[in-house]
């Protein structure tokens, strides 16, 4: 599967797992299939990978980590071959939650690559988000450490500066901008203002309904993307 713009990504991290967070996916999936022009993507802890892969088609199922090492030795570290065998397609990278060296990330990259995995990988600040282009992501996520989690989204300025200094490394490489989303409204603006993709985490988690939470937030990015064409 590929990931195009504009694109989603649900990310519940730890706070959903087993059959609560099979149901978001399959509503994800249903949703993903009612607008191909989107592409969806759905993080799961590594246990819940197989079986969110075998009960949805639309959704790409993405790794919330990998390392960046072979068959062979290595225990309690994920290694590449078997996200990919178990259906993840894609994986978050360097995120703030599980920070890598660079060195690290580097041999991720090669390992995600090698096998066909797409790269999200995260950045906080321009300099780091260039230096991750120069790395050739696949998308690269922009988001201040300060502020995810607390509904502040970023302002214009970064959004346009990080879009502008990623795209001017690779103008193939896609820009995911998702600090502080908590509403449609957030999805909206944020496609509007140049990003590729965005995403949220507790702003689907903890709503009075994540389903349609989640459902509003991708008919918003859907919006967003209809009026540009």
Known sequence: ???????????????????????????????AGQYPECTVLVTTPFADIANIANNTSHIIVTAQHLDGITPGRGIGHVLPESIYYAGARATFLNHAEKPMALADLA???????????????????????QAIAMLKADVILCEP???IGTGQTSDQSYIEQTNA??????????????????SAED????IKL??????????????????????????????????EK
């Not at 200094?165 to 908590?182: E, F, R, Y």
């Open 107 to 129: 041999q991720a990259m090669k390992r995600a690559q090698e096998l066909g995995i797409k790269t999200i990988v995260c950045a906080d600040s321009v300099a780091e988000a």
């Open 165 to 182: 200094a990623i795209k001017a490394v690779d103008p193939n490489i896609l820009t995911m901008q998702a600090a502080g989303i908590a």
């Open 1 to 31: 599967m590929q990931i195009k713009r504009p694109f989603f990504v649900f990310n519940p991290k730890s706070y959903l797992y087993g059959e609560e967070l099979l149901r978001m996916a399959k509503r994800a999936d249903e949703l």
């Open 145 to 147: 450490t300060e502020l």
């Open 194 to 227: 140049g990003a590729d993709g965005t995403g949220c985490t507790s702003g689907i988690t903890n709503a009075d309904s994540p389903i349609q939470m989640l459902e509003d937030m991708i008919v918003a990015l859907n919006q967003a993307y209809q009026e």
């Open 187 to 190: 999805v909206y603006r944020t």
